[in-house]
């Protein structure tokens, strides 16, 4: 377990307690210790246990493993995000090369990460980086996956647009089944939030109105909490997205400002000016 008896040593004396306190009727003080000096490993069962006893999260705890990083994809996404803000399609391209050159290591999730940056890549360049069988290939992989978790559902957000229509459709009917499970779980609650708001503007862009309701209903059940702001004003900004290429109204379009208007005011700068491009580049296509 690499460090980890380390790392739990840690936060167990930084939040007072001893090995005595830990120890119960599944894990002995001395088998604990031994734990923490490196000489033994534990079953992930008993591992969950002492996390528990020190009111400690597993996710906190991979945090921690990690060098107080993010895990490997959220990384990428953090760099794909700043580049293409940036515009910077060179740097995205050495990104893809540093991706596609990685080892045997873990080379599945590898395939799909490059698969990721090329068709963000494309969409930032214009130029051509993905074919027909990168999409099987993602598609494939999402498919084969019966419970999605954490990777599955940014690796489908973030790549969702570049699918065909039906794919996309059945893929995310599939993502509601294969994540019922893990919905408690704050961080992919508001992941699948995200995916079902990124599915409903792809299904308004692409004029697919009867989807797109599909994806406002999912929506309207999600009830987001008062804290979740950015949500609620994407939320808002498609809908009256909806109304403006549906009906062709006017009074959406001033709808729309007014969301880009609250991104402003909440200091989301980056999230404003995303839309705002996205509100130009609508209003002077008609």
């Given at each position: 377990?690499?460090?980890?008896?380390?790392?739990f040593k840690k936060f167990r004396e930084s939040r007072g307690f001893r090995l005595k306190d830990v120890a119960n009727e599944v894990i002995s003080t001395s088998q604990l210790s031994r734990f923490e000096k490196g000489e033994t490993d534990l079953t992930i069962s008993k591992f969950i246990l002492i996390l528990d006893e020190i009111n400690l999260s597993i996710d906190e705890f991979m945090y921690a493993v990690h060098g107080f990083r993010r895990d490997e994809l959220n990384e990428l996404l953090e760099k794909i995000r700043k580049y293409i803000t940036m515009n910077d399609v060179e740097e995205m391209k050495r990104l893809l090369i540093s991706q596609s050159e990685q080892g045997e290591k873990r080379q599945k999730f590898h395939q799909i990460n490059t698969i990721l940056i090329k068709?963000?890549?494309?969409?930032?360049?214009?130029?051509?980086?993905?074919?027909?069988?990168d999409l099987d290939d993602l598609t494939d992989y999402l498919f084969s996956v019966e419970y999605w978790g954490h990777y599955e559902l940014l690796v489908f957000i973030n790549t969702l647009d570049a699918l065909k229509h039906d794919v996309f459709m059945l893929l995310t009917r599939e993502m509601t089944r294969r994540t019922d499970f893990y919905k408690e779980i704050p961080t992919n609650r508001r992941l699948i939030s995200t995916m079902l708001l990124n599915g409903y503007i792809t299904c308004i862009e692409r004029e697919k109105f009867i989807d797109a309701c599909y994806f406002e209903k999912q929506l309207n059940q999600c009830c987001f909490i008062e804290t979740e702001v950015y949500e609620r004003l994407v939320f808002q900004?498609?809908?009256?997205?909806?109304?403006?290429?549906?009906?062709?109204?006017?009074?959406?379009?001033?709808?729309?400002?007014?969301?880009i208007e609250a991104m402003n005011l909440a200091g989301s700068y980056h999230l404003s000016k995303h839309y705002e491009e996205h509100l130009k580049k609508l209003l002077s296509r008609n």
């Open positions: 377990m690499r460090n980890f008896g380390e790392i068709i963000r890549l494309q969409d930032l360049s214009g130029e051509n980086y993905y074919d027909s069988s900004y498609a809908q009256n997205l909806f109304q403006y290429k549906k009906y062709g109204s006017r009074a959406s379009v001033m709808g729309m400002k007014k969301c």
